[in-house]
C-alpha cells in the first residue's frame, strides 16, 4: 500500500548529508543475515524459508506471504512448537487471487517472486513489543533517519497511538486510516483478524505516484471474526509481520526502484553481457527498460519455482511457470534475442544469493538448467508460428479500423499454439491495436463445455450431497496399513444410490475402512464387501470425496439376467442402512503388487539421484499392481549405461534388504531430517515418514512392503521423454518383474530348437548369421527382380485394346512375381512404351501406368477407376501409377478379355 493520506507539506524536509551517510549500506544477503540475527537476540526461533508451493494449506495457489507456513499456528496458538520465529521467506505472486504478473516491468516495486522478512509471535508478546522491535530494527540497526519515517494506524485504535507515543513519534509521524487500509484479516470469511500498523519511507521523489513507500506491515491478530462477521477477542493475540527485501534493500542502498539493487544489477549486467557476445546493442542506463526487468524478474522466478518441484504443463502451478517463462523469452525477442539464452543468466543469479540462502539454486543447478533450456527451445518454434499469425492480423485491410484482433485468432494463439493469453494482450497492447476479452473467455468456455459434455461426473461429487456427508462429519478412518486388518468387520456410516448416465451403482463409507484410495499415485484397492445377509457387492474403486473421508463404489457381485442394479439394491436396501455391519475384503494380490511398485518408486527415486549425481526432482507417479511409472526432472535422455547403473542400484538395495520404518512428525522437522517431497503433493502440519535406513527417507501416505528384498528382481522397461525437460521411467519389481521374464523367456526354447542351438549365446550367434543370409539373399533377389522386370520378351503377349482412343496394353504377370516386381515392370513399361497405357494384372492386384507427357487425357488413377467401375473392386493413385485390388482374380488372356477388356469398352 501507498501512503496517500499524510499531510505531505509537513514531510518536505530534506535529509541532511549527515544523515543520509549515517543510513546502513546493506547488501542483500547482509540484509538477510541481520535482520535475522536481530530476531534471534530477541529470543526468535530462526526458521528457514518453506517451499513456493504450500504443502499445508491447499487454498493457495503459491506462498504468497512470510505468515502463509505458520498459517495453522495463528489459528491454533498452543500448538506451535516455538512461541516466537522469525524467518526470509520466498514468494510468489503471479496466479490465484494474488498476481502482480501483469505490472512487472512496468512499475518500482512489483515482482512475480519476492523475499519477504518477517518475525512471528504466538502468544509471546503482544502490539506493545511488536512496534517496539520494528521501531528500533529500523532507526538502531539500520540507521535510518527518523524525518523519512512515518506511520499509519487503525483509527480508533488509541493504544497503537500512544505506543508510537512512547518511541519517540510527533503527532505528524502518526497517520489514521480505515479499515481498508489498517484491518487484515486471512480473507473475506471468518478466522483470526486485527488491526495493523504499517511503516512508511519518504522516498523524496515527487515525480513518483509512490512517493512514500510502504515498507513494513505490523498486523495484530487480536480478534476473531465470526461467520456474521462479528468480531470476538482472541484468548491468546498473535503477532504476524512482513517487509519485502527488495523493497528495504532499495531504501538502504539509495535506489530509485527495485530493479536497481545488487541482485538485479548482476543479474541484468549479465544480461547485457549475453547481449554483447550476440552483437546485440544494450543500453547502459542505470535505470533497466521493462523488457531488461521483466526477463530478470521472470528468470529469478522461474528458477525457484522450478527449484520447488514445478515444472512446465497446461494447468495449475506448471502453467503458470510456463506462462513466465514465455514472456521472458517474448521480451528477449524484444531485444533481439532470438535463441536460447536464459541458463547463460544462471550464474549471476547464484552471484545475487551468495549466502547460502536457498542451497536448492545450487543442488539442483542441473534440474533447473534443464527445464529452462528445454521449455526454451520448445517455445521459440511456437513464438515464431503465433508472431507469424499476429503480423498476418496487423496487415489485414479490414482490421486496420477496429485495430481489434478477432477472438478466434486470440483462442487459437492459445489453444493451438500455446501462447498464453496475456502475452497475446501484450503484444497487442504494443501495437496499440485491442482483444475483446470477454469474447475470447467465452470461446474458452464453450471448449470446456464440450469437454463436460463427454463424460459423467459421478454423483457422489454433487455439491449438496458432499455438504450432507461433511455436515455429519463423516471421516472413516483408514485401518488398511494394518495387513491384519485386510479382512474385517466394519460398520457402514454413509451410503448413497448414484446414478451415472442410466447405470446405478452405491456409494458407501465405512468404518473403519480396510480400502486404500488415498491418492499420491497409488492405484486404489480392490475386493469386495459382504452384506449381513450374505450378499456379496465387489468394491469398483476408492476414492476421496473431501479431505478425510473414505468412499468405496460398489456393484453387485453377480447379476442374473431377469435382474437390475436397482432391484438388487432394493433386495438389499434393509442391509444398506447406516449402522448395519459388513465384511470388508481387500484384494490381497493387487494390493501386494502395489505395495513392491509403491516401495520401488522410493528406491528407484534414490537410484536415479545417486547415479545420475544431481538432485532430481519427482514430477509425478503411477503405482499399479503390474508395474510402476516414475517422472523426473532431468534434461536429456538417459544412456543405456545410465540404466544399467540405475537397475543395478536397485536390484543391489533390494538384495542387502532393509526393513521399512514409519513414523509421524511435523513437516517441519521431516524436512529438516532430509526427507525428500514430491514437491507437486500438498502436505499437512503432520507427515507420515517411510523411510529405509541408508536407502531412502521420502514424505507419503502410501502402503510399502515391510522389508525391500520383496523388491527383487527390479527391471527397467522404458525411458522416454513426457514433456520439456521431465523423463519417465516404466518399470516392474517383484513378483510382476519373475512374471516379465518368464513370459520374455517363453519363446526362447522353441528358437533355439528352431536354430539348432544349444544355448542363448550360440542363439545369438546363429541369428546373427541367418539375419546376414536373409540381407544377402535379399539384395540378390531385388537384382534378379530388377533385371526381370527389364527383360525385353515376356513369355504371354500383352492383349491390346482401347480406350477413349487411348492405345492401352494389359500385361498378364506370372502369379510367383511379387507386388514390387509389378511396379518396376510397371515402370519399365511406361518409360519404354510411353505411347501406350499399361495395365498389369496379377491374380487380385491390378496396376495401372502411364507417362503423362504423352498421354494427357487421362491418368492412371481415372483408368484405373473405369476399370473398377465394371470390375468388382477398390484402389487409387497418382497421374502415372495407381494400383488396386479386384474381387475376382484374373488367372488367364479369358479372364483379361472378359473383364477388363469389356470393361475398357464399356467407357
Not at 203 to 230: H, P, S
Not at 335 to 364: K, M, Q, V
Request: proline share 4%; net charge neutral.
Amino acid at each position: 500500500m501507498y501512503l496517500t493520506r499524510l499531510h505531505l507539506a509537513q514531510a518536505r524536509h530534506r535529509t541532511s548529508w549527515t544523515q543520509r551517510r549515517l543510513i546502513q549500506q546493506l547488501t542483500s544477503p547482509e540484509l538477510r543475515a541481520r535482520f535475522l540475527n536481530y530476531f534471534e537476540t530477541q529470543q526468535h526461533v530462526p526458521i528457514k524459508s518453506a517451499s513456493l508451493v504450500p504443502h499445508n494449506d491447499k487454498s493457495l495457489l503459491f506462498t504468497n506471504a512470510g505468515m502463509v507456513p505458520f498459517k495453522d499456528f495463528f489459528l491454533k496458538p498452543d500448538t506451535a512448537p516455538f512461541k516466537a520465529a522469525t524467518s526470509v521467506q520466498k514468494c510468489m505472486r503471479a496466479g490465484g487471487k494474488h498476481n502482480d504478473l501483469d505490472n512487472v516491468g512496468y512499475t518500482a516495486r512489483h515482482h512475480t517472486f519476492f523475499e519477504m522478512l518477517g518475525n512471528f509471535s504466538f502468544g509471546q508478546y503482544t502490539k506493545k513489543e511488536a512496534i517496539r522491535y520494528a521501531w528500533r530494527f529500523l532507526v538502531d540497526e539500520l540507521k535510518l533517519p527518523l524525518s523519512r519515517l512515518r506511520v499509519t494506524i487503525l483509527e480508533g485504535d488509541e493504544e497503537g497511538y500512544k505506543l508510537w507515543k512512547n518511541e519517540g513519534l510527533s503527532d505528524d509521524m502518526i497517520v489514521r486510516c480505515g479499515e481498508e487500509d489498517n484491518f487484515w484479516s486471512m480473507g473475506d470469511g471468518e478466522g483470526p483478524c486485527g488491526p495493523c500498523t504499517e511503516i512508511f519511507w519518504d522516498t523524496q521523489d515527487d515525480t513518483l505516484d509512490e512517493r512514500w513507500l510502504e515498507i513494513w506491515n505490523l498486523v495484530f491478530m487480536e480478534n476473531y471474526r465470526e461467520a456474521d462477521g462479528k468480531l470476538t477477542k482472541l484468548p491468546i493475540p498473535c503477532i504476524d509481520t512482513g517487509m519485502g527485501l527488495e523493497r528495504m534493500v532499495c531504501v538502504l542502498q539509495g535506489k530509485n526502484n527495485n530493479f536497481q539493487i545488487d541482485q538485479f544489477e548482476t543479474l541484468i549486467g549479465g544480461l547485457r553481457q549475453v547481449m554483447k557476445t550476440r552483437g546485440i546493442e544494450s543500453i547502459s542506463s542505470v535505470d533497466p527498460n521493462p523488457h531488461e526487468k521483466i526477463i530478470a524478474d521472470h528468470f529469478r522466478a522461474m528458477c525457484f519455482l522450478i527449484g520447488d518441484g514445478v515444472v512446465p504443463s497446461n494447468v495449475g502451478r506448471g502453467y503458470v511457470l510456463r506462462r513466465i517463462i514465455r514472456r521472458a523469452l517474448r521480451s528477449a525477442r524484444q531485444l533481439g534475442i532470438h535463441e536460447p539464452f536464459l541458463t547463460d543468466l544462471y550464474p549471476h543469479l547464484l552471484a545475487g544469493f551468495e549466502d547460502g540462502s536457498y542451497p536448492e539454486l545450487t543442488s539442483r543447478a542441473s534440474s533447473i538448467r534443464s527445464v529452462v533450456t528445454n521449455e526454451e527451445r520448445s517455445f521459440l518454434a511456437t513464438l515464431d508460428r503465433g508472431m507469424a499469425l499476429l503480423e498476418n492480423v496487423f496487415s489485414q485491410p479490414d482490421l486496420q479500423g477496429s485495430k481489434a484482433i478477432p477472438p478466434a485468432i486470440a483462442f487459437q494463439l492459445y489453444d493451438t499454439f500455446g501462447f498464453p493469453f496475456d502475452l497475446t494482450l501484450i503484444i497487442a497492447k504494443e501495437k496499440g491495436w485491442t482483444v475483446d476479452i470477454k469474447a475470447v473467455e467465452a470461446l474458452q468456455e464453450q471448449q470446456k463445455q464440450l469437454g463436460r459434455e463427454s463424460w459423467k461426473v459421478d454423483a457422489i461429487t454433487n455439491k449438496a450431497r458432499l455438504a450432507e456427508w461433511r455436515n455429519k462429519n463423516i471421516m472413516p478412518k483408514f485401518s488398511g496399513y494394518d495387513r491384519s486388518m485386510l479382512h474385517q468387520t466394519s460398520e457402514i456410516v454413509a451410503v448413497e444410490p448414484v446414478m451415472e448416465g442410466k447405470k446405478m451403482t452405491v456409494n458407501i463409507a465405512i468404518d473403519p475402512c480396510p480400502f486404500y484410495g488415498l491418492g499420491g499415485g497409488q492405484v486404489a484397492d480392490s475386493g469386495y464387501i459382504t452384506l449381513a445377509n450374505g450378499q456379496r457387492w465387489d468394491v469398483t474403486d476408492v476414492f476421496q470425496p473431501y479431505d478425510g473421508c473414505l468412499a468405496l463404489k460398489l456393484t453387485p457381485a453377480n447379476i442374473a439376467k431377469d435382474e437390475t442394479i436397482e432391484s438388487l439394491i432394493k433386495r438389499d436396501q434393509e442391509f444398506f442402512q447406516i449402522g448395519q455391519q459388513i465384511d470388508a475384503t481387500v484384494n490381497i494380490e493387487n494390493r501386494q503388487g502395489a505395495e513392491v511398485h509403491h516401495t520401488a518408486t522410493h528406491v528407484l527415486n534414490a537410484g536415479l539421484r545417486s547415479v545420475l549425481k544431481t538432485d532430481i526432482v519427482q514430477a509425478g507417479s503411477t503405482v499399479e499392481t503390474q508395474k510402476l511409472r516414475f517422472d523426473f526432472t532431468y534434461g536429456k535422455p538417459l544412456t543405456p549405461s545410465q540404466l544399467h547403473s540405475i537397475e543395478e542400484w536397485v536390484n543391489e538395495a533390494a538384495l542387502n534388504g532393509g526393513a521399512m520404518s514409519v513414523k509421524h512428525m511435523k513437516l517441519a522437522d521431516a524436512m529438516k531430517m532430509g526427507a525428500v517431497a514430491t514437491f507437486s503433493e500438498k502436505y499437512g502440519e503432520d507427515v507420515r515418514v517411510v523411510e529405509v535406513e541408508g536407502v531412502s527417507k521420502e514424505l507419503c501416505g502410501g502402503t510399502h512392503v515391510d522389508d525391500i528384498r520383496k523388491l527383487y528382481p527390479f527391471k527397467i522397461l522404458t525411458e522416454t521423454s513426457v514433456a520439456a525437460g521431465t523423463r519417465r521411467i516404466e518399470a516392474v519389481a517383484g513378483l510382476s518383474c519373475v512374471k516379465w521374464y518368464r513370459k520374455a523367456y517363453e519363446p526362447v526354447p522353441e528358437v533355439l530348437k528352431m536354430l539348432r542351438a544349444n544355448t542363448t549365446d550360440e542363439m545369438v550367434g546363429k541369428l546373427d548369421k541367418s539375419m546376414q543370409q536373409t540381407k544377402d539373399l535379399q539384395k540378390r533377389l531385388d537384382f534378379m527382380t530388377e533385371k526381370l522386370a527389364s527383360a525385353g520378351e515376356v513369355i504371354v503377349p500383352p492383349v491390346e485394346s482401347t480406350m477413349k482412343d487411348i492405345p492401352v496394353k494389359i500385361h498378364l504377370v506370372d502369379p510367383e512375381l511379387d507386388a514390387s516386381y509389378m511396379q518396376k515392370r510397371a515402370n519399365v513399361l511406361k518409360e519404354s512404351q510411353p505411347c501406350s497405357a499399361h495395365i498389369l494384372v496379377n491374380g487380385n492386384n491390378i496396376v495401372v501406368a502411364l507417362d503423362a507427357k504423352k498421354i494427357k487425357q487421362e491418368t492412371a488413377n481415372t483408368i484405373l477407376r473405369h476399370v473398377l467401375k465394371h470390375v468388382k473392386g477398390g484402389g487409387g493413385g497418382q497421374k502415372e501409377y495407381a494400383q488396386g485390388r479386384i474381387a475376382e482374380p484374373i488367372r488367364d488372356i479369358e479372364a483379361i478379355e472378359s473383364k477388363i477388356v469389356a470393361a475398357l469398352q464399356k467407357v
